[in-house]
DNA sequence: GCTGTAATGCGTAGACCATACGCAGAACTA
DNA sequence: TAGTTCTGCGTATGGTCTACGCATTACAGC
């Protein structure tokens, strides 16, 4: 029998968040905590809003609470740990269910520009390397809310979780991109706007035409030079994948 | 004026990547280097490679090399500039141009694989927290290909451009999944083909189905217990998304 | 009320990490 | 040959996570 699974075969989950489930409850000996798994988590949260991802250690995160650096280990089995309820609590609570007479497909978009908001808030959520599909509370309620858009759908269970895998996906990068962009800019003393037409010289000046002709039609057209919407560009891809999906209805349903 | 531009109002682009890019020779005077940066780069990716991104520490790179840490830093800038490079050569140079003759949509198939291919072999590619828009030769070289398979269509400039971070996109966001999923197996013990199972069975455990009707109703289905063909959840999603991209060239066209 | 037990707070210390700085020596130019 | 400039790299600083152990606290049972 493999290690780290426990009675049902099932991966055992840590400690801290079996207490987010509310599956455990504090044994009542020794001396009253003065912290919680919370208020951790809480601090942690409003590190990584004020100065980011990289300002999240352990000890700044004590500091921010006037604990000991490891005081925290007695709630919290380690930064990963941490790391995975901060993501929790990051995220909050999904924006709630689909109205029932809304169409799956505004209840898509909907679900997608609340995760998109949230993102464009907290873009540090993006850094915190996932290590597993989702187990906590609140994640698992998004999940909720974003099936219950397909619930009048024809597509079978496995296809709405595929259908969401890749929203989620999409919206995770288009914010990762653009994270990138305003975290460039402001490393390189760039107004953001300036940010990707100045891309786009930098680019110009390094690529030969004759190696690279398609990129460099690109180019000429312009395209890098403007400074789009981001929201235009969000609701582009969105627009081409809910496409897809409603393809996939229509086959489904005919 | 703000610093980190040069005379075009670029922005600055790090010493090795110049270099990357044959902008830059070395002065003739003082002792012949002993190393090179294309030298260190493959020594990271070797070491990536064996133990993951986690091991890819200046001292384990030149432990490698047979050299001393701090002699690194006479080639590359920093650990950050290093990992973009890393990245560089790790994709390695793009799988080559569409057939002119193919439909677009098979080049674009294939050009979905082949980053889907590169990424399965190189999972440690995802875990590099990438900075910015691609200005690595052997990147740009990945976005010329798949920008030449768009080349017949009605697609303005601009809509290539977003097409491909699409795709690119979803592959990346695919692939991180099955690392994910083959590193959560490898951490718990269990085999690869039960992961999945394991997290039905979690989840199934955690869940009231009160407050997670469509979740439940998902898990009875029995869709996370059965171990699909990653392959098919990969193409499945890459359809959608060209489905998707299709509908608007019809638009266009029509 | 006393004692045993178990949990808390947290100080110390170890094992890493990136990297700023400075110096010795090598290889070129003049 | 003298001067310059670049290389290799040793040392040192300040940061990271966390294993371990100890004193203190608070409850359970007697």
């Not at 978009?109 to 609340?114: H, P």
């Not at 599909?133 to 595929?162: A, H, I």
Request: proline share 8%; with cysteine.
């Amino acid at each position: 029998m493999a290690a780290k699974t426990d009675d049902d075969g099932g991966p055992v989950l840590p400690p801290a968040i079996e207490s987010a489930w509310g599956l455990r409850e504090r044994p009542p000996k020794g001396p009253r905590p003065g912290l919680s798994v919370p208020t951790i988590v809480d601090a942690a949260v409003r590190v990584a809003d004020a100065d980011g991802l990289t300002a999240v250690s352990m000890s700044r995160v004590a500091k921010e609470l006037g604990a000991a650096t490891m005081a925290l280990y007695r709630y919290v089995g380690s930064k990963d740990e941490l790391l995975m309820l901060m993501v929790d609590t990051g995220y909050g609570p999904s924006p709630g269910p689909a109205e029932p007479e809304d169409h799956w497909r505004a209840g898509l978009t909907r679900w997608a520009w609340a995760e998109h908001e949230v993102l464009r808030r907290r873009s540090w959520l993006l850094q915190v390397p996932i290590s597993g599909p989702p187990v906590t509370p609140l994640q698992l309620g998004w999940l909720e809310d974003g099936l219950r858009c397909l619930d009048g759908t024809t597509l079978g269970e496995g296809e709405k979780m595929s259908v969401l895998l890749l929203i989620t996906g999409y919206v995770r990068n288009e914010a990762t991109l653009a994270s990138q962009i305003a975290e460039g800019s402001r490393a390189a003393g760039v107004e953001p706007s300036e940010m990707m037409p100045a891309y786009g010289r930098l680019v110009a000046r390094l690529i030969d035409p004759a190696r690279f002709p398609a990129l460099h039609r690109v180019l000429s057209a312009g395209v890098l030079y403007q400074d789009d919407d981001p929201d235009d560009e969000f609701a582009f891809g969105l627009d081409r994948i809910l496409d897809g999906v409603e393809a996939l209805i229509q086959r489904r349903a005919g």
